[in-house]
T-cell receptor, first 116, second 114 residues
Framework: AQSVTQLGSHVSVSEGALVLLRCNYS??????LFWYVQYPNQGLQLLLK??????LVKGINGFEAEFKKSETSFHLTKPSAHMSDAAEYFC??????????????FGKGTLLTVNP | GAVVSQHPSRVICKSGTSVKIECRSL??????MFWYRQFPKQSLMLMAT?????????EQGVEKDKFLINHASLTLSTLTVTSAHPEDSSFYIC??????????FGEGSRLTVL
């Protein structure tokens, strides 16, 4: 079975400060890992994903995440927060089965607030 | 990019009635769609996998007679909440997979049962 733990249900940063959202996963097989963003009353938008290859993944809106197998982590970072980054962020995992199994398991989410 | 559209975005109904939510892939064909349920301030819980032309696969604990899923075409899946009750009030989100394996999410449908 797979699981995702997002440390911190709420993260608050100042505009211009570093954003760090933590995600640890548990998987018995090599994982695919994802970060999604959700704005109020909207669906999810993919920020970035790791499948294979380079462990540092760059996504949209200046976000990036690094897959660290030894730490079973996939933390999301952004060097400088913008007010528009305020949203809910979800980390998700699925099995790397080679067949694009997108039955995702989501973390509980981290609400990011950005203070002016 | 690919777009997945859900309709309605918001629906209010009386207890005991049935509500249908549509999920459409607007510019690609999706053999597989997924339905999720999201409670306030919580994560998405997968309810079922909708397969075009065959029966949906439900996750453990999800009542298939309560949440009817139909995937009659490659661009449309529907979720019908039958005999809805207040505890069924939630945010329902669908996702669809294109032929490259990429997954796209709909905007979500908020159901309120009075």
């Amino acid at each position: 079975a797979q699981s995702v733990t997002q440390l911190g249900s709420h993260v608050s940063v100042s505009e211009g400060a570093l954003v760090l959202l933590r995600c640890n996963y548990s998987s018995s097989v090599p994982p695919y890992l994802f970060w999604y963003v959700q704005y109020p009353n909207q669906g999810l938008q993919l920020l970035l994903k790791y499948t294979t290859g380079a462990t540092l993944v760059k996504g949209i809106n200046g976000f990036e995440a690094e897959f660290k197998k030894s730490e079973t982590s996939f933390h999301l970072t952004k060097p400088s927060a913008h007010m528009s980054d305020a949203a809910e962020y979800f980390c998700a995992v699925t099995k790397n089965s080679g067949g694009s199994n997108y039955k995702l398991t989501f973390g509980k989410g981290t609400l990011l607030t950005v203070n002016p | 990019g690919a777009v997945v559209s859900q309709h309605p975005s918001r629906v209010i109904c009386k207890s005991g009635t049935s509500v249908k939510i549509e999920c459409r892939s607007l510019d690609f064909q999706a053999t597989t769609m997924f339905w999720y349920r999201q409670f306030p301030k919580q994560s998405l819980m997968l309810m079922a996998t909708s397969n075009e032309g065959s029966k949906a696969t439900y996750e453990q604990g999800v009542e298939k007679d309560k949440f009817l899923i139909n995937h009659a075409s490659l661009t449309l899946s529907t979720l019908t909440v039958t005999s809805a009750h207040p505890e069924d009030s939630s945010f329902y989100i669908c996702s669809a997979r294109d032929d490259t394996g990429e997954l796209f999410f709909g905007e979500g449908s908020r159901l309120t049962v009075l």
